[in-house]
């Protein structure tokens, strides 16, 4: 499955009231363990169909971010039934990342 844009448009359609696990990648243009993590979210979206896999861009979506309190970036979020279940903050790996769900 395919890595879903996420903004404040439809963030409520296709996270909190997604059926399935939302991974989330809080990243920016400029940052680079960001562009490092891009590729291994991507590959988590192609291996993993039973969770929804979104970024969000933290520069075009200031709201998000901070309803995410988000301090630091790359920053990985996992939303399930509309509730934070993990949070994970800095460049990880792929197995790393898929101990979060």
Request: charged share 25%; glycine share 4%; aromatic share 6%.
């Amino acid at each position: 499955m395919s890595v879903l844009v996420i903004n404040k448009e439809n963030f409520k359609e296709k996270v909190l009231q997604s059926e399935k696990p939302v991974l989330l990648d809080l990243w920016a243009t400029w940052c680079g363990p960001c562009k490092m993590l891009s590729p291994v979210v991507e590959e988590l979206a192609e291996d993993h169909p039973e969770i929804t896999v979104g970024k969000i861009n933290v520069d075009e979506e200031p709201e998000l971010a901070q309803a995410f309190q988000v301090s630091s970036i790359p920053m990985l979020v996992l939303v399930q039934d509309g509730k934070v279940k993990n949070v994970s903050v800095g460049y990880k790996r792929k197995n790393q990342i898929e101990q979060l769900f």
